[in-house]
Nanobody
Framework: QVQLVESGGGLVQPGGSLRLSCAAS????????MRWYRQAPGKERELVAG????????NIADSVKGRFTISRDNGKNTVYLQMNSLKPEDTAVYYC????????????WGQGTQVTVSS
């Protein structure tokens, strides 16, 4: 059974940092591109960052470029999102998912982790 379990969210002040984790199980993690998405209230889910299966290439959305970094530990079947210089507009529920190459998200969505940036 595939599981994607996101954690690490919370309430942080503008300019602060958080590190999100996504623990994956039930599939061959090393075969998949991993991505982070977010969904703010009343908005569509959007792609934030992606990382190739071996971790050699990353893609970051323009809205968070220079502030967010994606990484993965294939030995732990975990993907991370380091978020620095957080802004109120980063407030959202953050989700991870897997994909084969440039394909659509492969699995059902997990519960996500809430990130709230507010003073």
């Amino acid at each position: 059974q595939v599981q994607l379990v996101e954690s690490g969210g919370g309430l942080v002040q503008p300019g602060g940092s958080l590190r999100l984790s996504c623990a994956a199980s039930g599939f061959t993690f090393t075969n998949y591109v991993m991505r982070w998405y977010r969904q703010a209230p009343g908005k569509e889910r959007e792609l934030v960052a992606g990382i190739t299966s071996a971790g050699g290439t990353t893609n970051i959305a323009d809205s968070v470029k220079g502030r967010f970094t994606i990484s993965r530990d294939n030995g732990k079947n975990t993907v991370y999102l380091q978020m620095n210089s957080l802004k109120p507009e980063d407030t959202a529920v953050y989700y991870c998912n897997a994909a084969l190459g440039g394909g659509a998200p492969r699995w059902s969505w997990g519960q996500g982790t809430q990130v709230t940036v507010s003073s």
